[in-house]
């Protein structure tokens, strides 16, 4: 056998053997699935949650498979927000869903200009410094504006309707809340035009609402506004409970209030705007840039009446009233 033809066996022998020893590649490994910081200024109790990830898994994000949620929970302490947002940054999140109102939005601004941030707000996020403009956000920010301080002036308006005897109406205020002085305004502005006397009370905590309703007796006040706030959304039941027991006709601005024994409340259907939030998150995980997407607003507001509540207090509900309401539960 020629040399050649030995040489060329031994090489292929070799190179045989070498590639039975190379290693088997290594299985493909997945990529690291997204967290989102989740940040809110109220509890876990929170009713939107479902809202919020319903809007994720239209998108195609379902938290546990392919996105993971760090939550957050202020328990309406707001001086604790920026510390829990800067914690989410500590987590390295994808994105911070800013929740339960304007303070969470605040505060994840404080701590990033970077990560992108969808939020939820009261009132209008160009005053509040969190966008450039609606339709064009510009920055890491967008999201959803509640409108809810807004529409205090309705609430007013709805309530001297139901109580037009009324000589004062008083209006509870959480001076603690960034769009408190805005509430303020606009409740005044709105009983100025229906010739009502307004008194404004304030209440930050447990033992203020119960002050607060106390006073109330006190400048004899025939009917109540609690003004549009996160505070006093975790503090429903002790609302609803002083009110019946005080018999002081009281408007809310959520239906959860109304549905839980409250009388009626005018404002957004927060589950839909939720939602919309949820969709914007996973929107932005898949590329989406914050500053493209214009803050959504609701086009849609329900007025709703708790007709047993209305009996409890011995009071008629106007024809005229009822013919508004978008929802009547007896």
């Known amino acids: 056998m020629a040399n050649g033809q030995i040489q060329r066996r031994h090489f292929i022998a070799v190179l045989g ?3 039975a020893t190379w290693p088997s590649a290594a299985p493909a490994q997945r990529p690291p699935i997204p967290v989102i910081g989740f940040l809110n200024s109220l509890s876990s109790d929170w009713p939107y949650l479902a809202a919020f990830r319903e809007g994720l898994k239209e998108i195609g994000y379902v938290e546990g498979q392919n996105v993971s949620i760090e939550y957050r929970w202020a328990e309406g302490h707001y001086d ?9 940054l500590h987590r390295q999140v994808a994105l911070i869903a ?6 969470s939005a605040l505060a994840a601004k404080s701590v990033t200009t970077t990560i992108p941030i969808v ?4 009132e209008d996020p160009v005053k509040a410094g969190l966008v450039t403009s609606l339709n064009r956000p510009g920055g890491n920010m967008t999201g959803v504006s509640m409108l ?4 205090e002036g309705k609430r007013v308006q709805l309530l001297h309707e139901l109580v037009p005897n009324a000589a004062v109406i008083v209006v509870l205020l959480n001076p603690n809340f960034s769009e408190a002085g805005t509430e303020s305004r606009i409740v005044d502005a709105a009983a100025r035009a229906l010739n009502r006397k307004i008194q404004i009370l304030n209440a930050s905590n447990d033992h203020d609402i119960d002050v607060a309703f106390a006073a109330l007796l006190q400048q004899r006040a025939g009917a109540l506004l609690v003004a549009s706030d996160p505070f006093f959304f975790i503090r429903r039941e002790q609302l609803i409970a002083l009110a019946a027991r005080h018999a002081v ?3 809310y601005f959520l239906r ?7 009388l009626m409340s005018y404002g957004a259907n927060f589950a839909d705007l939720y939602r ?8 932005v995980l898949k590329g989406e840039k914050p500053a493209d997407l214009p803050v959504v607003q609701p086009t849609k507001f329900e007025f709703v009446i708790n007709l047993k509540t209305a009996r409890s207090l011995g009071l008629a509900i106007p024809p005229s009233l009822l013919a508004l309401t978008d929802e009547v539960i007896e």
């Open 80 to 88: 604790r927000l920026p510390e829990l947002a800067a914690d989410l």
């Open 148 to 151: 809810t301080a807004e529409m």
């Open 17 to 19: 053997s070498a590639v």
């Open 256 to 262: 959860e209030f109304v549905a839980a024994g409250g």
């Open 276 to 283: 919309q939030l949820g969709v914007y998150a996973g929107r």
């Open 119 to 122: 939020f939820n707000v009261a």
């Open 98 to 103: 800013a929740t339960g109102g304007d303070p």
């Open 249 to 251: 006709p009281t408007m």
